[in-house]
């Protein structure tokens, strides 16, 4: 994903939250339409159901009051032999729903001869005939349409059963106890029945077909099929044995719902197809039946799914079509954006005389392109003038170098200096903090006896410093003559430098005359640190000061002269302010108290090798820290020719 | 028709090959040697006979040279009238009738006690408030005829129960309607109808006779004395065909239900195959003893004919018992094996 192009996060992102909100308003919308249907057909099934029962329901009615009525009748006076015979003739010939009627005793009651009398009128073939269905082989005593009514002391409808004489036809039989009062006691006298055929109920319920598959069945209070589309289930299978049949314990349990009378509306398993249904379920308050009616799910949501299946298509081709659409959106931005990336490549590996590719849109990408080509040219020019500047500079620094060679190549380069003379050792070091130094030192014979010796510090630094000092070195060299003194020589130097100094620089300068044959130094010092002597016997001591100010300050200062007297193995030795001033990281000053150790310490050694182990001694105490200030050191050492 | 004349053909060898495995296989089975023999059970083709139809159906009498007719049982045909007026060869009767006529002076002989256990019971629905013995006292029963009353009366007068007995028919409606608290019923048959009208087991209290001491093993083969002492090995060879039908019918119930539906639709005989299947599978547990081993199969143990003679003669039905010898014939002893 992470290194996926731009098109593909944008189709990915944009499709994935597409098709994610098609799907929730799909399912919310599949989900309610659903709903809402379910509940129609749920109120359609429950009207249909109970107009259904109410319709068998208004015929069985009727048809108990029949015998309901006789009942009462019988309750009053025991009718006997013809009379009871009418009366049960004009029941059946009178109620075309009631197939036959009997009047059955209890034993010994109708006659005292007889255990058994039941008088039985019923419908054949147009006719009514006559029956006693008292008979030895018939115990109508122990019929369930005798006995049933009988034991519960309540009318009762039988089991339907198949008439066995009446072709085949389903019946049920409505059975009605009387009573009679015998010595105050109220006992059974016998039953009254009407047998109904149940065949009309057949047809009313065979009529209900829902879609194509949809159908209704009646039960019985057993649970025994009385109707149903499948005719081997009827009056032989129970909606139990079907449930044990098919191990379907939610249809055993809808089952006994019905047989106990209740009404619902449930998922349901066609016995039929096998598809799933909803079933509508509700007694007939009559005859304990319970009616069933099959509504097939998938035939009624069949127009609920086609508009589905519309939807989704729909939805695929809005899909495809935001497809294209993002795929056209995300190439017009990738295309001039890789376009600028390649460019942009271009220009990384330095070649700014690409060219921008064009873009003609105004939009972010056009103003990027823009942009980049703005900073094309600017880069160019920076690059151009970079290239100019540092050519210059380059230039500078070359003509630096060599002011510093030059520099260096005005001060003595050669120790020791007069290796003929042993009277006295000279070493000198300068290490300029910059490539042009404003330190300077020289020494030179005056006479064959008389070295004149200076050392000097221009204030600044670089190459104005470095002119200056030069000027001052020129300057001194020709100024100073025989027997001329150190204050003779500084007033007129001082003069020389001051007269025409517009830059205002000045210089520190030590100068010294020595006198190789005795020892004596006559000196003068302009503003300079002063020199250290050391002492053969290896003190130190400070040179006196000579009072004098820095020269290039005041064009008619007087500087004044002192002397001083090296014996044999005394030294001087002169330095410019870099050598005391040296810091370190910590911003300490190398110091005079630093210096003097270090002079005593390495007060034997040969001059050279002092001027080494002063120098070794800065660097170790600056460390890293970079020099800020050119270092100079000079020591002359007397050793008196004998 | 190139394709007739091959079709032909084929028929052709078909026909003669069934007619040279007819010649060959008639002599083995000895075509000639065959006995006819007639068998009445008591009731219906139900699979509570299963185990005698698919001996008939899988040639398992053929085998042991019995040329087998089953006369269809029903109200119609009391066993124990076809058998003593030589209308059937065998019959199947239950114990405590077998012992009833042989004390009564019929000439009969028990050769195998195929049911070991009782499948009569009382149902009693626990709404009534039925759940022990003691709680049916008062109440009203519904009984079945003579010979099924003999285990109820037993048990009452055992528990010590008054009750009120009112005849029981064929159908359950009665018991499911309220009629009487406490209804007969076979295991295998009844029991099963009125689970299949929406009662639920754990809504019944049962009480099964054998549990209660009352051990009244139902079906067995009987024979005229006659015939058996004129063929006692046809005797011998139509038990242990039985047998060996009852064990063919426990070992492939598909097969004996396929049998037994059949059967029944032929004789326009409603029922379920569910139904069925109940009652083959209450068949195994009723014929197969409790050790499960097969050898005692059809044996008449000695304690459950003295129990049942004892209980009828207890009842008066009886006069004396007849002696265990004179009235079963080992056919099939456990050594033998």
Same mark, same amino acid.
Request: glycine share 8%.
């Given at each position: 994903m992470k290194n996926r192009g731009l098109a593909f996060k944008l189709i990915l992102l944009i499709l994935s939250s597409v098709t994610l909100i098609f799907l929730l308003i799909f399912g919310y919308s599949y989900m309610y339409s659903r709903k809402i249907i379910i509940k129609n057909i749920e109120k359609n099934a429950m009207n249909l159901a109970r107009a259904t029962v109410n319709q068998i329901d208004v015929v069985l009615s009727s048809v108990e009051k029949v015998p309901e009525n006789m009942a009462c009748v019988l309750d009053q006076s025991l009718c006997t032999g013809e009379e009871l015979n009418n009366l049960l003739k004009h029941i059946v010939q009178n109620n075309?729903?009631?197939y036959g009627s009997a009047v059955a005793f209890e034993?010994?009651?109708?006659?005292?001869?007889?255990?058994r009398y039941a008088p039985y009128f019923y419908k054949s073939s147009g006719k009514i005939r006559y029956s006693n269905l008292g008979t030895a082989s018939y115990k109508y005593f122990f019929q369930d349409w005798y006995q049933i009514p009988k034991e519960l002391n309540r009318p009762v409808w039988t089991e339907p059963y198949f008439d066995e004489g009446g072709g085949n036809i389903i019946m049920s039989t409505y059975s009605v106890p009387f009573y009679r009062t015998v010595e105050g006691k109220k006992g059974i006298t016998g039953i009254i029945t009407a047998d109904v055929s149940l065949s009309w109920l057949q047809e009313i319920v065979a009529?209900?077909?829902?879609?194509?598959?949809g159908y209704g069945f009646l039960i019985s209070q057993?649970?025994?099929? &009385?109707?149903?589309?499948?005719?081997?289930? &009827?009056?032989?299978?129970t909606i139990f044995s079907q449930a044990e049949a098919r191990g379907d314990e939610e249809l055993r349990r809808i089952g006994r719902e019905m047989i106990r009378g209740k009404s619902g509306f449930v998922p349901f398993r066609s016995l039929l197809t096998g598809k799933l249904c909803w079933m509508v379920y509700a007694p007939l308050?009559?005859?304990?039946l319970s009616l069933g009616v099959l509504f097939p799910q998938d035939e009624l949501m069949a127009d609920v799914v086609r508009l589905n299946k519309i939807v989704i298509i729909l939805g695929v081709l809005g899909f495809i079509f935001l497809f294209v659409v993002i795929v056209f959106i995300a190439r017009s931005i990738t295309r001039p954006l890789s376009a600028l990336a390649g460019a942009t490549e271009d220009i990384a590996t330095g070649n700014l005389d690409v060219s921008i590719p064009e873009i003609r849109t105004r939009d972010e990408v056009g103003q990027l392109a823009h942009s980049f080509d703005y900073m094309k040219q600017s880069l160019k020019q920076y690059i151009a003038d970079l290239t100019e500047t540092t050519a210059a500079k380059e230039r500078i620094e070359s003509e630096l170098q060599i002011a510093h060679d030059i520099q260096m190549g005005i001060?003595?380069?050669?120790?020791?200096?007069?290796?003929?003379?042993?009277?006295f050792d000279l070493y000198a070091t300068i290490e300029p903090?910059?490539?042009?130094?404003?330190d300077l030192f020289d020494f030179f014979f005056l006479d064959d006896d008389h070295l004149c010796f200076n050392v000097g510090d221009v204030s600044g630094k670089g190459v104005p410093a470095s002119l200056f000092m030069a000027v001052t070195k020129t300057l001194i060299k020709t100024r100073?003559?025989?027997?001329?003194a150190p204050e003779v020589i500084l007033n007129q130097v001082n003069q020389d430098l001051s007269t025409d100094n517009p830059s205002l620089l000045f210089v520190t300068l030590f100068l010294g005359i020595f006198n190789?044959?005795?020892g004596t130094i006559e000196y003068c010092n302009g503003g300079h640190n002063p020199p250290y002597i050391i002492r053969a016997s290896g003190e130190i001591e400070a040179v006196e000061t000579t009072d004098g100010l820095a020269l290039? &300050?005041?064009?008619d200062f007087s500087f004044q002269s002192k002397r001083v007297v090296l014996n044999k193995g005394d030294a001087i030795f002169i330095y410019s302010d870099g050598v005391t001033e040296a810091m370190n990281s910590r911003h300490e000053l190398f110091s005079e108290e630093r210096l003097e150790g270090e002079l005593k310490r390495l007060k034997g050694l040969q001059v050279g090798d002092i001027l080494a182990g002063v120098t070794e001694k800065i660097r170790e105490f600056s460390?890293?820290?970079?020099?800020t200030d050119d270092i100079t050191m000079m020591i002359i050492r007397y050793n008196r020719n004998e | 028709m190139l394709h007739a004349k091959i079709k032909k053909y084929c028929r052709f060898i078909i026909s003669v090959a069934f007619f040279v495995i007819t010649i060959c296989v008639a002599p083995v089975e000895g075509g000639d040697t065959l006995k006819k023999v007639s068998f009445i059970p008591?009731?219906?083709? $139900?699979?509570?006979f299963a185990g005698y139809y698919i001996g008939l159906e899988k040639g398992i009498y053929r085998k042991y040279g019995i040329d087998l007719t089953i006369i269809t049982g029903g109200q119609d045909s009391p066993p124990s009238d076809l058998l003593m007026d030589g209308g059937a060869d065998f019959a199947s009767l239950w114990l405590s009738t077998g012992i009833q006529m042989r004390a009564g002076?019929?000439? @009969?002989?028990? @050769?195998?006690?195929?049911? $070991?256990? /009782?499948?009569l019971m009382l149902v009693a629905k626990k709404a009534s408030g @039925?759940?022990?013995? /003691?709680?049916?006292?008062?109440k009203k029963v519904g009984l079945w005829g003579p010979v099924f009353q003999l285990q109820p009366r037993a048990f009452f007068r055992k528990y010590n129960l008054t009750m009120q007995i009112i005849p029981q028919s064929f159908s359950v409606n009665l018991f499911l309607r309220d009629g009487v608290d406490v209804a007969s019923a076979m295991w295998y048959n009844e029991y099963h109808t009125i689970m299949n009208?929406? @009662?639920?087991?754990?809504e019944l209290t049962t009480f099964f006779f054998h549990e209660h001491?009352?051990?009244?093993p139902e079906d067995g083969i009987y024979v005229l004395e006659e015939t058996y002492r004129k063929d006692p090995a046809l005797c011998g060879a139509f038990v242990l065909a039985s047998i060996e039908g009852w064990q063919y019918a426990f070992d492939h119930p598909d097969e004996a239900l396929a049998v037994t539906m059949r059967n029944l639709k032929k004789e326009h005989i409603p029922t379920t195959l569910v139904h069925q299947k109940w009652m083959l599978e209450r068949m195994k547990d009723l014929i197969l003893?409790?050790?499960?081993?097969?050898?005692?199969?059809?044996g008449l143990q000695i304690e459950d004919y003295s129990r049942v003679a004892r209980g009828l003669r207890g009842m008066e039905l009886i006069d004396s018992v007849p002696s265990f010898t004179s009235f079963y014939k080992v056919i099939r002893d456990k050594d033998e094996k």
């Open positions: 075309k729903e009631i034993p010994w009651i109708y006659d005292g001869e007889k255990e009529s209900i077909k829902i879609a194509k598959t057993n649970g025994t099929f &009385v109707t149903h589309p499948q005719k081997k289930f &009827v009056m032989n299978e308050s009559s005859s304990k001060l003595p380069k050669i120790f020791p200096p007069f290796p003929e003379m042993p009277e903090a910059r490539e042009v130094g404003g100073a003559t025989k027997d001329m190789i044959k005795d290039g &300050v005041m064009e460390q890293d820290e970079p020099q | 008591q009731w219906v083709p $139900q699979a509570q002076g019929a000439k @009969i002989f028990n @050769i195998a006690q195929i049911m $070991q256990r /009782s499948a @039925i759940e022990k013995p /003691s709680d049916m006292n008062g009208c929406g @009662i639920n087991p754990d001491g009352l051990n009244f003893p409790e050790n499960g081993e097969d050898t005692d199969m059809g």
